[in-house]
């Protein structure tokens, strides 16, 4: 790999946020509101598979040291919940 050092100033404009970045800041949102005795239910954007989600609720958790868990309910919906120091995930 190769760099140059510029000015901030002689580059370009940095986007407002990078592709998938709002996912990520809901992720966050989610996982902020999350505490040991609830459970968020989660409806996927219509263009975003359960499977998705999930891997993206867990990246996002574990980048900030979180452990959660995270399951498909029979009504399609995802379920996220927070994980006690001794619990692991239970998955799909």
Known sequence: MR???I???DAPPQPALLPGGKRRLEVNELLDALTPDVVARVAPAKEEKLMGA???VFEVAA???IRVDAWEGEDGLLYVRL???DE???GL
């Open 63 to 65: 980048s900030r040291g």
């Open 3 to 5: 760099f140059t050092l």
């Open 7 to 9: 000015d901030e100033a």
């Open 54 to 56: 999930r891997g993206l």
């Open 83 to 85: 994980l006690g120091e």
């Open 88 to 90: 692991h995930p239970t």
